[in-house]
């Protein structure tokens, strides 16, 4: 009877694996189609882009305009989260423009109005592309533009922020890699070995050459605050960290000043 309850048991912790293994696409990315708010119902002024992205997709942003002659202010490019849409980033699109920046948000490819599929490697081209778009189209220089990247949006952040010049990057509320945020979601089973992404922030972050800002909460309940404290350590100066409060999608810090000091300074710095 031991014998049969090992056996079983195995079995049922490889099958656990395999799950694992085939379903972590869907585990990473969470899009949904459905609207939360749009810029009209918030008065933020906007316009609607559609870049190319890869060989046959293409990915929606949306560009916010401080005012007319937004190309004397700075613009945040902000890569955002897992989940959702642009549509319930608004509060967030709200308290940087209020600032005094321009901001350019997208949707990853899968997501809302973008075409294709997300995989790591599309989140990264998908960043690249705005990044294109405001030095070619918009024509801001590279000093002006200040690259914003939350949660799973960090590690897009620091990736773009590794090949391009920058003003500046801020990384909020993000991992250390893929591999070690699956440790921390499934702590009994081999899912370094299992994961198919990298998101290797870890590493990448020692290469990032430009101011850095690193926000990140003790409270947050899904992405350890000790790996942010930790892509802080591994980064070259000049750098700042600073605490939030609330859990991970609570926005209670955007009416911290300490944090809105920090980020203003980090945006509008000379």
Request: aromatic residues 14%; proline residues 5%; contains cysteine.
């Amino acid at each position: 009877m031991l014998w049969i309850a090992l056996i079983a048991a195995a079995g049922f912790y490889i099958i656990v694996c395999i799950y694992i293994y085939f379903v972590q696409d869907n585990m990473i990315f969470y899009p949904t189609d459905h609207v939360a708010v749009t810029p009209n119902e918030v008065n933020l002024e906007y316009e609607e882009i559609f870049l190319k992205a890869g060989e046959k997709d293409s990915i929606c942003a949306w560009f916010f305009p401080k005012e007319l002659n937004y190309l004397t202010h700075k613009t945040v490019l902000f890569a955002d989260g897992n989940a959702g849409n642009m549509s319930y980033r608004l509060e967030s699109i709200l308290f940087l423009n209020k600032i005094g920046a321009n901001v350019l948000m997208f949707d990853y490819r899968g997501y809302w109005k973008s075409s294709g599929k997300p995989t790591e490697q599309a989140t990264y081209e998908d960043a690249m592309a705005c990044y294109n778009w405001l030095i070619e189209v918009k024509g801001f220089k590279p000093e002006n533009i200040i690259i914003f990247g939350r949660s799973l949006g960090g590690a897009v952040a620091i990736d773009l922020a590794t090949k391009v010049k920058c003003g500046g990057l801020i990384v909020e509320s993000s991992f250390t890699s893929a591999p070690e945020m699956a440790a921390h979601v499934f702590p009994f089973f081999p899912v370094r070995f299992l994961s198919k992404y990298n998101y290797d922030s870890i590493h990448k972050i020692k290469n990032v050459n430009c101011p850095l800002l690193v926000t990140h909460s003790p409270d947050d309940e899904i992405i350890p605050f000790k790996m942010g404290q930790i892509l802080f350590d591994e980064a070259k100066e000049p750098k700042q960290f600073v605490e939030l409060r609330g859990g991970h999608n609570d926005r209670l810090y955007l009416q911290d000043p300490v944090y809105k000091k920090a980020v203003s300074e980090m945006i509008l710095r000379k």
